[in-house]
């Protein structure tokens, strides 16, 4: 049985959606897509210069760019449902290795996915009025018809409404995302133990970082086919895929810092136990009438002091390090290479 998306103080109705609905969330999101294109597709019917296309617009395939910005909007959704599922598998997985009884557990659940409804608000109008603002200067996307287009006009009231609605998504879903991501950060303080040679326990904290990564890289790289159509990008694109690059790194790290801070003060403390023990097992070495007592102690507290220094402060390892890189090489490649192919359709097409 799948997790419910469980927030709190409560769940956002676009999120309620994929629970109500018995399919995977990409499919949700798609079907979320589809019916804003389905609005999209009546308003230039009778608004615009046919179906799929927006009056006095200068490029061609508008219907193409507009379907790949709507699918913008249901996947960023399905993305959120995706990443909060994860969070409470991952919580659950973790739960073995953190203090307290079932009562103080259940808690720390409610906890990381409690947010400020408030600040979603605010972030999502901050995101999507300053889309508004960018389209209105976007030349690229109107052409010689922008100082024409006022607020009035058919499409530009639907660039502005759709990008108001995209970002908005964005936003909220980046500012949901940091929170979980602070809030799986406070799990390391209550962490019951650290074995400082066995990373194993805190896979799960890992998991949570590089799921975080992985979903966004998919979604700029999606969003970059906006390169493939001459005229699609605006010019604020570069922009909006470096913000969604470096959000993604953000992700990634946000999760790990608590258990971080806890294995580095675990580390500290053993090998301040270790030095003050080799400290001792010196002194008696070097006594005159050591007795039976042998090097052999000191040497074993050397070397075990020697692997707790060299002990890992994150809870990742190499493989982890090496997957964020491949997911990131995906993202951004993605984004690299869509732009060059625009660049060489232009450069055939003149």
């Not at 999101?29 to 597709?41: D, M, N, P």
């Not at 998991?207 to 086919?225: E, K, Q």
């Amino acid at each position: 049985m799948r997790e419910r998306i469980e927030l709190h103080p409560w769940t956002p109705w676009a999120l309620r959606l994929f629970d109500r609905v018995p399919l995977p969330a990409g499919v949700v999101g798609i079907g979320i897509a589809l019916a804003v294109f389905a609005v999209y597709l009546v308003w230039t019917t009778v608004l615009g210069n046919g179906p799929g296309r927006l009056k006095d617009v200068p490029f061609e395939g508008a219907w193409a760019a507009e379907l790949i910005q709507d699918l913008f909007i249901g996947f960023t959704l399905a993305i959120q449902a995706h990443s909060v599922r994860g969070a409470l598998r991952d919580f659950e997985a973790l739960a073995p290795v953190l203090r307290g009884d079932a009562a103080q557990r259940a808690a720390l659940r409610e906890m990381i996915t409690t947010y400020r409804p408030g600040l979603l608000w605010a972030v999502g109008l901050v995101g999507g009025i300053g889309t508004i603002w960018v389209i209105q200067q976007d030349r690229a996307l109107l052409g010689e018809n922008l100082p024409e287009m006022g607020w009035s006009h058919p499409s530009m009231l639907w660039l502005a409404g759709r990008n108001f609605v995209n970002w908005w998504v964005v936003s909220r879903a980046i500012a949901l995302e940091i929170t979980l991501g602070r809030a799986f950060s406070r799990l390391g303080d209550h962490l019951a133990t650290v074995d400082l040679l066995d990373r194993a326990p805190l896979a799960p904290i890992g998991n949570r970082a590089l799921r975080n990564v992985l979903l966004w890289m998919l979604l700029t790289a999606f969003l970059s086919l906006t390169y493939v159509g001459e005229g699609w990008a605006g010019q604020g694109m570069p922009l909006a895929l470096g913000l969604l690059g470096a959000f993604a790194l953000t992700a990634f790290v946000l999760p790990l810092l608590g258990a971080h801070r806890q294995i580095r003060r675990q580390k500290n403390a053993e090998l301040a136990r270790l030095r003050a023990a080799i400290a001792e097992a010196r002194e008696q070495v070097l006594e005159k009438h050591a007795g039976e007592l042998t090097g052999g102690r000191l040497a074993d507290l050397v070397a075990y002091e020697t692997r707790i220094a060299a002990a890992r402060e994150w809870p990742i390892d190499a493989t982890t390090l090496l997957r964020l890189g491949l997911y990131l090489a995906f993202g951004f490649g993605s984004w690299i290479g869509a732009a060059l192919v625009e660049r060489a359709l232009d450069t055939a097409l003149r």
